[in-house]
Structures are given as C-alpha cells and as structure tokens.
C-alpha cells in the first residue's frame, strides 16, 4: 500500500507500508488446553498411585481358621491277620465341635460289620459327656467299638463327623496289610568264641507284627562240610541252633546266614558273626573221666577222700581215664538236671588227689557260703605237696566231690570239666549217683 507523508523539498514523500497478516485468536487458547490436560493428568497418575499405595499398605485381615482334623489307624497283630487296634481324630485347630456331633464309620470291604453299623457319640472317644470337643484334644476309639467287634484289615475305613447337618470332616484311612519282613536282634554264639571243632550254639532274636513258619539257618559259609539249610528251634523267645562238637575244621571269622518267612511269605535274612579260635585241642578231647561212684558218706575231715569237710557230708569219687594237661587249665563244676549250677548245703568242695594217697589234696577249691559249687577263673583255693598249676593232670589222680549234707542221690546232677588257658568248651557231663 503507497502511502504519502510529509513532503521534501515541496515533494511528497512516497512510504510504502506492508500489510500485517491477521493471526488468529484461537491459537494461544489452544496450547493452553493442552498443557491444562498434561497437568490434570499428572496429578491424576499422582493421586492414583497414593492412593493405591496407601491401600496395599493396609494389613491383610484375619481369616477365620476351618478346623483341621487328621486321622490314623493304630493296628496290631492277632491270630488271623492284622486288627485295628484304634481310631484316632486329632482335632489340630479352627472351631469347636459341637456336644452334638457324631463320628461315623463305614467300610469298603466290610459294610455289615456291627462295628460300622452305628455312629458314634463324642463321648465314645473319651470326649467328657457335655462337653464340646475343642481343638488340642484327639478322639481316640478303642474298646468302645460296637460289640467289642475291631475292624480288620485289608480294608479301607471311611471316618466322617457330622454335626447336625454339616459335614465337619471326611477321610479315608487306607487299611492295606502291609506286608513288613522280620526284624533280628541280639544275633550271637555260645560261647563267644568257640574253638575248632567245639560244639557252640547260635541265637537270634526275630520281631514284627507276623509270625514266623519258617526259620533256617545256612552253615555253608562255617570252615567244614555241613547241609545247606538246618531248621532252628525257637526256645523262650529266640531262635537256636547248635553247632555239633567236630564239625568245624579251622579258626577264622565266619558268617552263618539265618533264613525267615513270615506267614505272609515275606523272606528276610541276617548273618550271625561266628568267631572260631585258634585253639585246636578241646578240653573234651583232653580229658576222658570215668563213671562217678555213688554218693556216700564222709567219715570225717579228709576221710575217705581228700574233698570230705566233715563227718555227715555226702562225696562223689570220679576217676581220670586220661589227661595230658595240667591243673592250672581245669575248673570243675556241679550241674543241676536244669544246668544251673548246684548248690550244697553246709559244706561244698573239690580235690584232687593222687589214687595212692586219696586223703592227701594235691589241689584243693573250698565253697563259702553259698556254696555255689561252679569254680571261678582264679582256679585252686590250694594246692598240696609239691604241686603246681604246671603239674600234670595225670591218670594216676582222681577227683573228689563233697555235696554237703543233703542226700543228693537221684536228683541227677552232674559233673564237667572246663578248660581254660589254651583249652577251651568243656567235657561231656558225668552223672552223679
């Protein structure tokens, strides 16, 4: 646009002034809309995330707890199988039971059994009549089961408590026999440590809820020729075998395999440690003895035999066939028809005398009271003349026995020899008259 102002030198001034171009009024308004919602929602992602934090921070509330319950079958062997012994509820924690609830019973195998036939009050379970059953406290059914009938298993038993109409708790207890192997203990020989060739007994103790129809022991891995499986004995409470004199050949230390089924087939084994030692020569093989005389009477101190302690005293004599081994390695002993051994009555005692001077001991042991007539490992009390325990036990001595002063003819004692030091097992038994 040409526009005239002012005049110079009388002419006029030509100013050309552009046009502003119009800027529209909206625009400002609009930047301030956006900047408006940026902020609005700023503040909103603020004040949301304070107050979701401000709830998660609230602690959890307290759930009311449910009543918890577990259940078992106590069971025990019978002369059929396996019984149930009890039932026991331990109530673990949440809400009483009422007085009112009742435990029932059913069976799978078994549905007419008297003893699932009713329920069973509280109060059958040693719940005090009246009293609610409260959490701590188990219900344990034994002898209260109806008719005195106990389940029997195989079985699966089905326990359920109701109360009024609401099933407080249900389980199933899974009765299945199961089939448990023996179970041994105290394995041992007798005596611990048996010599070559000594007769020795073998012993073991078997345990479980079954008994036991078979029981063999296997000798094959003993030193000597013997059959593969032997039978045992069972004798008040534990289970034997004896080992006869001459059948093992060499020391060492050996295992003897003991064999057991139960009446439920259920095979399990042991091995029995068997120690057998060096000493090859046995007392029973050492010495031979004679045939006891019978009892008789003491004359008097000494007489007619060295044992005698006293006028009135009942004697035995034994004689010796043979024996190279000499008296440090004997003990005598009197043996009840039992096997315990005998105790005398006033006086007890032994001698060894020589066959030409049978009133003179060559060794002597005397019993004090209780007159217990076994020797202990200490060996002579005395020994005459010019005897030692290195002295032989020669056939030209014999021995002499004082009973005391009960008549112990017929009552069946009898005599052995032990050996000790390098000899060991002991002779086979002499009867006494």
Same mark, same amino acid.
């Given at each position: %646009?040409?526009?005239?102002?002012?005049?110079?030198?009388? $002419?006029?001034?030509?100013?050309?002034? @552009?046009?502003?171009?119009?800027?529209?009024?909206?625009?400002?308004r609009?930047?301030?809309?956006?900047?408006?919602?940026?902020?609005?929602?700023?503040?909103? =992602?603020?004040?949301?995330?304070?107050?979701?934090?401000?709830?998660?921070? @609230?602690?959890?509330?307290?759930?009311?707890?449910a009543?918890?319950?577990?259940?078992?079958?106590?069971? *025990?062997?019978?002369?059929?199988?396996?019984?149930?012994?009890?039932?026991?509820?331990?109530?673990?924690?949440?809400?009483?039971?009422? =007085?009112?609830?009742?435990?029932?019973?059913?069976?799978?195998?078994?549905?007419?059994?008297? $003893?699932?036939?009713?329920?069973?009050?509280? #109060?059958?379970?040693?719940?005090?009549?009246?009293?609610?059953?409260?959490?701590?406290?188990?219900?344990?059914?034994?002898?209260?089961?109806?008719?005195?009938?106990?389940?029997?298993?195989?079985?699966?038993?089905?326990?359920?408590?109701?109360?009024?109409?609401?099933?407080v708790y249900?389980?199933?207890?899974p &009765?299945?026999?199961?089939?448990?192997?023996?179970?041994?203990?105290?394995?041992?020989?007798?005596?611990?440590?048996?010599?070559?060739? $000594?007769?020795?007994?073998?012993?073991?103790?078997?345990?479980?809820?079954?008994?036991?129809?078979?029981?063999?022991?296997?000798?094959?891995?003993?030193?000597?020729?013997?059959?593969?499986?032997?039978? %045992?004995?069972?004798?008040?409470?534990?289970?034997?075998?004896?080992?006869?004199?001459?059948?093992?050949t060499?020391?060492?230390?050996?295992?003897?395999?003991?064999?057991?089924?139960?009446?439920?087939?259920?095979?399990?084994?042991?091995?029995?440690?068997v120690?057998?030692?060096?000493?090859s020569?046995?007392? #029973?093989?050492?010495?031979?003895l004679?045939?006891?005389?019978?009892?008789?009477l003491?004359?008097?101190a000494?007489?007619?035999?060295?044992?005698?302690?006293?006028?009135?005293d009942?004697?035995?004599?034994?004689?010796?066939?043979?024996?190279?081994?000499?008296?440090?390695?004997?003990?005598?002993?009197?043996?009840?028809?039992?096997?315990?051994?005998?105790? &005398?009555?006033?006086?007890?005692?032994?001698?060894?005398?020589?066959?030409?001077?049978?009133?003179?001991?060559?060794? $002597?042991?005397?019993?004090?009271?209780?007159?217990? %007539?076994?020797?202990?490992?200490?060996?002579?009390s005395?020994? &005459?003349?010019?005897?030692? *325990?290195?002295s032989?036990?020669?056939?030209?001595?014999?021995?002499?026995?004082? %009973?005391?002063?009960?008549?112990?003819?017929? =009552?069946?004692?009898?005599?052995?020899?032990?050996?000790?030091?390098?000899?060991?097992?002991?002779?086979?038994?002499?009867?006494?008259?």
């Amino acid at each position: %646009m040409l526009r005239t102002d002012h005049r110079r030198n009388g $002419e006029p001034v030509r100013r050309f002034r @552009f046009a502003r171009r119009a800027r529209p009024r909206g625009s400002r308004r609009a930047v301030s809309d956006i900047i408006a919602t940026i902020l609005l929602l700023g503040l909103t =992602v603020v004040l949301f995330g304070t107050v979701l934090a401000f709830v998660i921070g @609230f602690p959890n509330p307290i759930a009311a707890p449910a009543s918890q319950f577990s259940s078992q079958l106590i069971t *025990e062997a019978n002369g059929t199988g396996i019984a149930v012994q009890s039932i026991q509820i331990a109530h673990a924690g949440g809400s009483i039971v009422p =007085v009112g609830a009742l435990v029932y019973l059913k069976s799978s195998l078994h549905p007419k059994g008297p $003893e699932f036939a009713n329920p069973y009050p509280l #109060t059958a379970g040693g719940i005090p009549a009246g009293h609610a059953w409260s959490p701590g406290v188990t219900f344990v059914l034994n002898s209260n089961f109806t008719g005195g009938f106990h389940p029997v298993l195989p079985d699966n038993i089905t326990i359920y408590i109701i109360a009024g109409t609401n099933l407080v708790y249900s389980a199933v207890l899974p &009765g299945t026999a199961a089939a448990l192997p023996p179970i041994f203990s105290n394995p041992a020989t007798s005596p611990a440590s048996p010599a070559i060739g $000594e007769s020795f007994n073998i012993s073991v103790q078997i345990s479980g809820v079954y008994s036991y129809n078979k029981v063999f022991i296997n000798l094959s891995g003993l030193p000597g020729t013997f059959p593969a499986l032997h039978p %045992m004995v069972y004798i008040g409470g534990v289970w034997n075998y004896t080992v006869q004199a001459g059948w093992t050949t060499s020391s060492g230390q050996y295992y003897a395999v003991v064999n057991a089924t139960t009446n439920a087939n259920v095979l399990a084994r042991t091995a029995v440690s068997v120690s057998i030692t060096p000493y090859s020569t046995l007392i #029973t093989h050492s010495i031979a003895l004679g045939v006891s005389s019978s009892a008789a009477l003491c004359t008097g101190a000494g007489a007619p035999v060295a044992a005698c302690q006293a006028s009135g005293d009942y004697y035995y004599l034994v004689p010796i066939l043979y024996s190279p081994i000499t008296f440090g390695n004997v003990l005598f002993e009197v043996l009840t028809p039992s096997g315990s051994t005998y105790t &005398g009555t006033t006086h007890a005692a032994f001698a060894v005398a020589k066959n030409s001077a049978p009133t003179a001991f060559s060794a $002597e042991y005397i019993f004090g009271s209780p007159y217990s %007539m076994l020797m202990p490992n200490s060996g002579w009390s005395a020994l &005459g003349g010019t005897t030692t *325990e290195l002295s032989p036990l020669t056939s030209a001595y014999q021995i002499s026995i004082d %009973m005391g002063t009960v008549n112990p003819a017929g =009552v069946g004692n009898t005599f052995i020899v032990i050996g000790i030091g390098p000899y060991s097992g002991q002779t086979v038994p002499v009867a006494l008259p």
